[in-house]
């Protein structure tokens, strides 16, 4: 998986860059620190060992060797090529773990065409109207544009791209505008809001928000539907990086093998401030392994 990066200044991806030979390419982080570019979230906790990962790749090279097992070698006039056979199980297991990224990817662009009111097509109603569900009623109906799908943002030395987020739902709150009506900062009550506003900023109530991932599934058991520990880093990292650090966080697992079999999994608020400084360490060793200074902030 190639690593992205986002202009530190308007949020905007930069994941392909032009290179000296006029082809296109990969950005790298040599990219990054000649153009000011900010890594995304995933390119910072891709430092870290990924136990659930890993074991997912070793399941992909079993089920190629299902698939393609080696030959039955006892007869000494058959000459076995070990290395070649090796190859094959790589590659077999490599279109086994496209086509798992590719389902991901399937469902992540059609929850974004529906909330973006792009429509739905017919034969997909059956994995994606669930979702839709499950969304108003086990966290809030609203009207789909009150929605933001696939937002890109950086700030404070990372960027990255939200599945679905709304500030039209979760708790109560209050907000310092500035005169572009833009929110500032964000408060629990209004003695703090107003407490942090100068003469240039309005107090207005806001709700603190919603963001809301998607992870995709390929199994029948439904009970390892199930986040790792580590994957609430990314709410945390994404509440604030949206301006959003009050925000309820949830993941919701779509199984693409069973349609209608969802897991809603909503992370408590201790674990996202713990993982928010478990972010911010990761960020930090990123930056020092790669030589390069945080653009902004």
Same mark, same amino acid.
């Given at each position: 998986?190639?690593?992205?990066?986002?202009?530190?200044?308007?949020?905007?991806?930069?994941?392909? &860059?032009?290179?000296?030979?006029?082809?296109?390419?990969?950005?790298?982080?040599?990219?990054?620190?000649?153009?000011?570019?900010?890594?995304?979230?995933?390119?910072?906790?891709?430092?870290?060992?990924?136990?659930?990962?890993?074991?997912? !790749?070793?399941?992909?090279?079993?089920?190629?060797?299902?698939?393609?097992?080696?030959?039955?070698?006892?007869?000494?006039?058959?000459?076995?090529?070990?290395?070649?056979?090796?190859?094959?199980?790589?590659?077999?297991?490599?279109?086994?773990?496209?086509?798992?990224?590719?389902?991901?990817? !399937?469902?992540?662009?059609?929850?974004?065409?529906?909330?973006?009111?792009?429509?739905?097509?017919?034969? !997909?109603?059956?994995?994606?109207?669930?979702?839709?569900?499950?969304? %108003?009623?086990?966290?809030?109906?609203?009207?789909?544009?009150?929605?933001?799908?696939?937002?890109?943002?950086?700030?404070?030395?990372?960027?990255?791209?939200?599945?679905?987020?709304?500030?039209?739902?979760?708790?109560?709150?209050?907000?310092?505008?500035?005169?572009?009506?833009?929110?500032?900062?964000?408060?629990?009550?209004?003695?703090?809001?107003? %407490?942090?506003?100068?003469?240039?900023?309005?107090?207005?109530?806001?709700?603190?928000?919603?963001?809301?991932?998607?992870?995709?599934?390929?199994?029948? %058991?439904?009970?390892?539907?199930?986040?790792?520990?580590?994957?609430?880093?990314?709410?945390?990292?994404?509440?604030?990086?949206?301006?959003?650090?009050?925000?309820?966080?949830?993941?919701?697992?779509?199984? &693409?093998?069973?349609?209608?079999?969802?897991?809603?999994?909503?992370?408590?608020?201790?674990?996202?401030?713990?993982?928010?400084?478990?972010?911010?360490?990761?960020?930090?060793?990123?930056?020092?392994?790669?030589?390069?200074?945080?653009?902004?902030?």
């Amino acid at each position: 998986m190639s690593n992205h990066y986002y202009n530190a200044i308007t949020g905007e991806p930069c994941y392909i &860059v032009t290179g000296s030979n006029g082809k296109t390419r990969p950005t790298t982080v040599k990219d990054a620190r000649k153009l000011g570019l900010v890594p995304s979230y995933s390119t910072i906790v891709g430092i870290l060992d990924k136990p659930g990962l890993t074991q997912w !790749m070793q399941d992909q090279i079993m089920e190629a060797c299902i698939e393609w097992p080696a030959p039955d070698v006892k007869g000494e006039e058959y000459l076995f090529d070990k290395d070649t056979w090796k190859k094959e199980i790589k590659e077999i297991a490599g279109k086994l773990g496209r086509q798992g990224r590719e389902r991901g990817t !399937m469902v992540h662009d059609l929850l974004e065409k529906c909330y973006k009111g792009e429509g739905l097509p017919l034969d !997909m109603h059956e994995l994606i109207v669930p979702v839709l569900e499950m969304i %108003d009623e086990r966290i809030g109906a609203i009207p789909h544009h009150q929605w933001i799908a696939e937002q890109s943002f950086a700030y404070n030395g990372y960027g990255g791209k939200v599945d679905l987020h709304t500030r039209h739902l979760g708790l109560d709150g209050w907000a310092a505008v500035d005169v572009d009506g833009k929110d500032v900062a964000w408060f629990d009550n209004k003695l703090e809001a107003l %407490d942090f506003a100068d003469n240039h900023e309005e107090v207005e109530p806001r709700k603190q928000g919603v963001i809301l991932d998607f992870k995709t599934k390929d199994v029948d %058991d439904i009970k390892k539907m199930k986040p790792y520990p580590n994957d609430v880093m990314q709410h945390a990292a994404y509440r604030y990086g949206l301006g959003m650090p009050g925000a309820a966080c949830y993941t919701l697992f779509v199984n &693409v093998r069973h349609p209608g079999m969802l897991t809603l999994h909503k992370w408590e608020e201790r674990q996202v401030q713990k993982a928010a400084k478990m972010f911010w360490c990761l960020k930090q060793f990123w930056y020092l392994n790669a030589g390069m200074e945080m653009p902004n902030g």
